[in-house]
């Protein structure tokens, strides 16, 4: 358990940002410097600015920026390559890793404008042989302003390096410290797979369907005597009290990405397939 306690940090604790936190008066290219010096620590869900490039198109309605990077930025540190996101013939959003002579590549989009609060989902197409334990994918909203931890929300299918780690996290940052705002369950790949959160002002609801089955959690805890079974639970030691609960809405987009947990090398190149994403205003 204590193992896994190291570990989840490690995996949760990923944005250059929050490493630089209490550093804000700092450049952003000072933040970018020693962004790139701390290497593989720097394991965030985002995306680190700068942006080199950005390429737009259109699913599902909405407006999106495909990623270019010039070199590895995080999450990982990785290379991210607008030629990994694409549309296939029915209209689907396909993100890819590929590997080429100047090594692996990931994918990344933003949406184009921020949506605020809401029902958000995300549909699936099964994913063949699963994700390989290297290789995550995310879902998650992201704001550039450091406020409320880049109001960072997180649905992530990801193993973390390690095959027999459930590959569902739920995490609602900041989650260094705190495993009450983080929870883990298992699902099966090899079935379509819908994503969702609601997510309210004080309240956010995640929900995973697949193969017939729903894992659900949610946050802040209904009650103090929830014992969610998938949930992470610390192993002695408490971390210092969250300075929120749920961010409240801001200038938040929704991202997509999949990308190398530490950069390392996968065994094989990956894809996953986006066949809907669909947003619902908060009904007032």
Not at 80 to 98: E, I, P, Q
Not at 194 to 214: A, H, Q
Request: aromatic share 10%; charged share 20%; with cysteine.
């Amino acid at each position: 358990m204590q193992m896994w306690k190291m570990f989840r940090m490690e995996a949760t604790t990923r944005s250059p940002c929050s490493l630089c936190a209490g550093a804000t008066n700092l450049s952003r290219q000072a933040i970018l410097i020693l962004a790139v010096s701390l290497g593989s620590l720097l394991m965030s869900c985002s995306t680190l600015v700068p942006r080199y490039g950005e390429r737009h198109l259109d699913f599902d309605g909405y407006g999106w920026k495909a990623i270019d990077s010039e070199g590895a930025i995080g999450p990982g540190p990785n290379r991210f390559s607008a030629a990994n996101v694409r549309l296939d013939d029915s209209g689907r959003l396909v993100l890819s890793t590929r590997r080429d002579a100047s090594g692996w590549s990931c994918a990344e989009v933003f949406l184009d404008k921020s949506l605020s609060y809401g029902r958000y989902e995300l549909r699936l197409l099964p994913i063949e042989g699963g994700l390989d334990p290297q290789v995550v994918f995310g879902f998650y909203t992201w704001d550039e302003s450091a406020a409320f931890a880049h109001r960072e929300i997180d649905i992530e299918i990801a193993r973390w390096g390690r095959s027999t780690h459930p590959n569902l996290n739920f995490a609602v940052q900041p989650s260094e410290g705190h495993d009450e705002r983080v929870a883990v369950s298992e699902i099966d790949l090899s079935s379509p797979v819908t994503m969702r959160f609601d997510w309210s002002p004080g309240s956010l609801r995640f929900i995973v369907l697949d193969e017939g089955r729903r894992t659900e959690w949610s946050f802040p805890s209904p009650s103090p005597s929830d014992t969610v079974a998938s949930r992470a639970m610390p192993e002695g030691g408490e971390g210092p009290p969250p300075p929120f609960l749920v961010p409240p809405d801001g200038n938040e987009v929704v991202s997509l990405n999949l990308w190398l947990f530490q950069g390392r090398s996968p065994e094989k190149p990956t894809r996953v397939v986006v066949s809907g994403f669909s947003y619902t205003p908060l009904s007032n």
